[in-house]
C-alpha cells in the first residue's frame, strides 16, 4: 500500500518509514517559528517550566512582523521579551522590518525539501511549496519543541489536486486558491492535506507556488505540499538551505479525495465582501467601484507580485479617489523591487509603499481604516467583517494582477483587459 | 483524569467559531476569566451563566473552528467544561484542547438534547445517553492521546515524560 508525501514525511521523523493516516505519530521536528503575535502566550507556557533548558530554541525563528511596528506598549514589551529570550537562547530573530514568517524562513535558508517544520500560524502550510511539510500550532505545540525537538501529530489524509494545463496570462495561482475555495469552501479541507500536482504547477515560479500552498490555510488544511523539481532545488540552492531529501507520493498512495482542475480555462476570481468561499470569476463583478488598493501579506507580496502590479501601473496613475498601499512580503523583496526600479513605478503611480511585515493585513498596526461603505480590494487572504477595522466597509480579495488593474480604474477590473495585466514571470 | 466523563449535555450548533465566541481574540483587553463569564453569548444567550462545572459540550461539526488561540481552551476549562463531544473539530482547537487536558471526541450528536445527562469512556470508545437509549462506539483517542490527557495536558505530561514515552 503506497504512502503519501506526508505519511512520508511525518513517518521519516517519527523514526520508520511511512506513517498512516490517523495514526498519531511523535515526530522530530526540522526547524520551529513563533511570531510576535503568538509570543506572549509560547513565552508564558515556557515561563510556566521553570528554567529548564531548551536545547532545540536554537533551531527555533523569532518573527516580529505582526506588530510591525508595535501599535501600543504591550505590543513592543512583547518585541523586547522576544529580543532577550532570542539573545539568552540563541533563537534566530527577525526584527521589525525583516518580513513576515512565512517569506524569511524560507529566504533565510531555514527549511528545506522532506522538513517538518512548525509554527505558530496556520498559514505555515506556505512551506509545502519547497516539499516541506509545514503547519500551524499554538504556543504549547512550540514550547514542547523548544524543550524537547519533537511534537505529537496525527498524521492527515490527503487530498490530491491535479492541475492540467496552464493558467492564462493574468491567471495567477491565488486565482486558483479562490477556486478551490469556492468549490470546498472554508474549511472545506479541514484536517486534512492538500497534494498539488499536475503540468500547472510545474509552470508555476516559485512565489506562486507559495501562494498556493499559502491559501491552504483558509481551506482549514493541516499542510499543502507540492513535489520537488530543478526550480525548487535551484531556489533552495540561493537561499543557503541545506541539502534537499526530496519527498514524492506512491503512485498507490490513497486519498481521502481527488481533485481535477483544468487551469487553463479558469478566469481570474476574486471572494466577495466578507466570505473568502463566496467565489466568482471577475468578469461576473467587473466594474464595481473601489476605493482602496491593497497590494502584499504572505499569501501576495512577493517579487512576482509587485513586478505584477509595477506592469500594471509603471507609467501611469491609479484612479482618482483610489488609495493603494503596497506592503513588500520581506526586507528581501523590498530590496530587489527596489533594485528593478519597481518602488519608483509604484510610488509614481500614486501607491504608498510600507515597510515589510504583515503589514495592512488585518487591523493590527492601525494603518489602514477604510471608512464606511468603503470598498477595499486586496491580496490578502481574509476578508472576515471587520478585518480592516471598520465593519461597515467591505474587503473583496483578488490576485496582485486583479488588484492592480482595479487601482488603475477605479473598479474591479479583469486583468487580462488591461496593458501589462497579462505579465507572466519568467521562469 | 478519569476516563470516563459524566455530566450534563450542553448542546451547541454547527460551526461554533471559538475566536469570536471563546477567546478574547474580539474582546481584547479581557482576560479569561471574563469571558468565561460571557462564552457563546452571541450563539446561545446565557450560556455561560446556566452552564455548570462538569457539563459536556455537544456540538456539530467544525467545533472550534478558526481558533489558534489556546486561551479559548483556558476558557472553557475555567467554565468546568469535562469534555467536549463534537461531530468534528477545527484542527488547530483540537490539539489546542487535549495540549490542555482537555478530552475532545468525534461522535455522531443526532439525538442528544440539551441537558441529557451523557456518559464519554473515553479509554472505550464509547458516548451513551441512557435515557435516549443512545450507545454510539467511536473509535477510542489513540493512546498516545490518552497519555497526554491522563496527564492533564502535554506540558505537565512533558515534565514528568521528557522523553516522550507515550505508552
Ligand atoms: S500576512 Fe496576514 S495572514 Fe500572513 S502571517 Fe501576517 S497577519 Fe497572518
Redesign the pocket.
Known amino acids: 500500500m503506497g504512502s503519501t508525501i506526508a505519511e512520508k514525511i511525518l513517518g521519516a521523523h517519527a523514526g520508520g518509514t511511512a506513517a498512516r493516516a490517523g495514526e498519531v505519530v511523535v515526530a522530530s521536528v526540522d526547524f520551529a517559528m513563533v ?1 510576535d ?1 503568538r509570543a506572549a502566550n509560547a513565552l508564558e507556557v515556557i515561563g510556566k517550566f521553570g528554567a529548564r533548558s531548551l536545547p532545540f530554541a536554537a533551531k527555533t525563528a523569532f518573527v516580529l ?2 506588530y510591525s511596528p508595535p501599535p501600543n506598549a504591550e505590543a513592543a514589551n512583547t518585541h523586547t521579551a522576544m529580543r532577550e529570550f532570542a539573545e539568552r537562547h540563541g533563537t534566530v530573530l527577525y526584527d521589525v522590518g525583516d518580513g ?3 517569506q524569511v524562513l524560507p529566504e533565510g535558508g531555514h527549511l528545506t525539501c522532506g522538513d517538518l517544520v512548525a509554527g505558530t ?3 505555515c502550510t506556505t512551506y509545502g511549496a519547497f516539499n516541506a511539510f509545514g503547519t500551524g500550532v499554538e504556543g504549547t505545540d512550540v514550547s514542547a519543541v523548544m524543550m524537547t525537538g519533537r511534537l505529537w501529530f496525527r498524521v492527515p489524509e490527503t487530498i490530491q489536486v491535479e492541475l492540467r494545463g496552464e493558467l492564462q496570462p493574468g491567471v495567477w495561482a491565488k486565482d486558483v486558491t479562490l477556486h478551490m475555495l469556492g468549490r470546498l469552501g472554508a474549511e472545506g479541507a479541514n484536517y486534512r492535506v492538500l497534494e498539488y500536482g499536475g503540468s500547472a504547477v510545474g509552470a508555476m515560479a516559485i512565489d506562486d507556488r507559495m501562494t498556493l500552498c ?1 491559501h491552504a ?1 483558509e481551506l482549514g488544511a493541516k499542510a499543502a505540499i507540492l513535489e520537488a523539481d530543478a526550480k525548487t532545488f535551484a531556489w533552495l540552492k540561493a537561499h543557503g538551505a541545506r541539502e534537499p531529501r526530496p519527498v514524492k507520493a506512491d503512485a498507490d498512495a490513497i486519498y481521502a479525495q481527488r481533485i481535477d482542475i483544468d487551469a487553463s480555462q479558469l478566469p481570474p476570481q476574486v471572494a466577495r465582501r466578507h466570505q473568502i468561499d463566496d467565489v466568482v470569476g471577475v468578469p461576473e463583478v467587473k466594474g464595481r467601484k473601489i476605493n482602496i488598493a491593497l497590494i ?4 501576495n ?1 512577493r517579487l512576482d507580485d509587485i513586478r505584477q502590479a509595477a506592469a500594471i501601473l509603471k507609467g501611469r496613475r491609479i484612479a482618482k479617489g483610489v488609495r493603494m498601499i503596497v506592503t513588500p ?1 520581506s526586507r528581501q523583496v523590498y530590496l530587489a523591487a527596489a533594485r528593478e526600479g519597481l518602488i519608483e513605478a509604484l510610488t509614481m503611480a500614486g501607491a504608498s509603499v510600507e515597510a515589510a ?3 495592512t ?2 487591523n ?1 498596526t492601525g494603518h489602514l481604516i477604510s471608512g464606511d461603505n468603503e470598498v477595499v480590494i486586496s491580496s ?3 476578508n472576515f467583517k471587520g478585518r480592516l477595522g471598520n465593519s461597515s466597509s467591505e474587503i473583496w480579495i483578488g490576485s496582485a494582477a486583479t488588484v492592480a488593474a482595479s487601482a488603475l480604474t477605479g473598479s474591479i477590473t479583469d486583468p487580462r483587459d488591461v496593458e501589462g495585466g497579462q505579465w507572466r514571470a519568467v521562469v | 483524569m478519569t476516563t470516563v466523563i459524566c455530566g450534563r449535555a450542553r448542546v451547541l450548533g454547527a460551526d461554533i467559531n471559538t475566536d469570536v465566541n471563546c477567546s478574547s481574540k474580539y474582546m481584547p483587553g479581557k482576560d479569561a476569566a471574563f469571558v468565561a463569564t460571557c462564552a457563546f453569548e452571541q450563539i446561545a444567550p446565557g450560556f455561560a451563566q446556566a452552564f455548570k462545572k462538569g457539563d459536556v459540550i455537544v456540538a456539530g461539526k467544525h467545533f472550534g473552528i478558526n481558533s489558534s488561540r489556546e486561551q479559548a481552551v483556558h476558557v472553557m476549562r475555567l467554565m468546568g467544561v469535562s469534555g467536549i463531544v463534537a461531530v468534528s473539530f477545527g484542527r488547530q482547537f483540537f490539539r489546542n484542547a487535549i495540549n490542555n487536558g482537555l478530552p475532545v471526541i468525534e461522535c455522531d450528536i443526532d439525538g442528544i438534547a440539551d441537558k441529557d445527562a451523557i456518559e464519554v469512556d473515553l479509554a472505550a470508545g464509547r458516548v451513551s445517553v441512557a435515557a435516549r437509549g443512545i450507545v454510539r462506539s467511536v473509535p477510542p483517542l489513540p493512546p498516545e492521546i490518552q497519555a497526554i490527557l491522563a496527564a492533564s495536558g502535554l506540558i505537565p505530561f512533558l515534565q514528568k515524560h521528557p522523553d516522550w514515552k507515550l505508552v
Not at chain 1, 296 to 299: A, D, I, N, V
Open positions: 511570531h503575535a512582523d505582526h513576515i514568517c512565512h500560524d496556520t498559514h499559502n490555510a502584499g501579506t504572505c499569501t507580496g512580503a511585515g504583515c503589514g493585513c488585518v493590527i490578502a487572504n481574509r
